[in-house]
């Protein structure tokens, strides 16, 4: 059964503090791996899309990265306004219509 | 929202009541879904709709029902609420990046 996990469930972190959130996965064929972030209130906002194991994408103060079991997104230097909720989300070759399946999300808490 | 729009933003219904939801989009893209989210579910798929008339379930449909007559339309109907369905629901449609998701319906069965 796929499956996307993401640890951890909540981060705190002082501001200039750096980090990095897991998503591992169990799919049957990755056609590619989804970050995202979400505000409160909102719906989520893509931030990168990877393909192949060893790829890599930065934003900002965001990288991620992905090897064949998990993938990381790190936060160099956090400030206040990267406070959210970090989604990942994996598409398998076998899905049908595209579908994607989602983690539960890491709750990212940046302190002043 | 790169041309997605859900309404009605916020709903409070009866239990028993029918509910319609709406998403719009201007973009022309062929596939639609419909997910729910909820603490510690994350966001789940109702339905999705591969074209006008052509839908298919997800992992949570049951009590759910979809419509797409036009393109750029896709309905989502709760034929007779319980307070089960009470969450967020998130329209969205599939670019070649990943999804893009509408701002959500926050719907409160009582």
């Known amino acids: 059964e796929d499956q996307v996990t993401q640890s951890p469930e909540a981060l705190r972190l002082q501001e200039g503090e750096s980090s990095s959130l897991n998503c591992s996965y169990t799919v049957s064929g990755l056609r590619g791996l989804f970050w995202y972030r979400q505000d409160p209130g909102k719906g989520p906002e893509f931030l990168f899309t990877l393909y192949s194991a060893g790829e890599e994408k930065e934003k900002e103060r965001l990288k991620a990265t992905l090897t064949k079991k998990e993938s990381f997104l790190h936060i160099t230097a956090p400030k206040p306004e990267d406070s959210a909720t970090y989604l990942c989300a994996v598409q398998a070759v076998a899905n049908t219509g595209n579908q994607f399946y989602f983690g539960t999300g890491t709750s990212l808490t940046v302190i002043p | 929202d790169a041309g997605i729009t859900q309404s009605p933003r916020h709903k409070v219904t009866e239990t028993g009541t029918p509910v319609t939801l709406r998403c719009h989009q201007t973009e022309n893209h062929r596939y639609m879904y419909w997910y729910r989210q909820d603490p510690g579910h994350g966001l789940r798929l109702i339905h999705y709709s591969y074209g006008v008339k052509d839908t298919d379930k997800g992992e949570v449909s049951d009590g759910y029902s979809v419509s797409r007559s036009k393109t750029e339309d896709f309905l989502l109907t709760l034929e007779s609420a319980t307070s089960s369905q009470t969450s967020v629901y998130f329209c969205?449609?599939?670019?070649?990046?990943?999804?893009?998701f509408g701002s959500g319906t926050r719907l409160t069965v009582v």
């Open positions: 969205a449609i599939s670019a070649n990046y990943g999804y893009t």
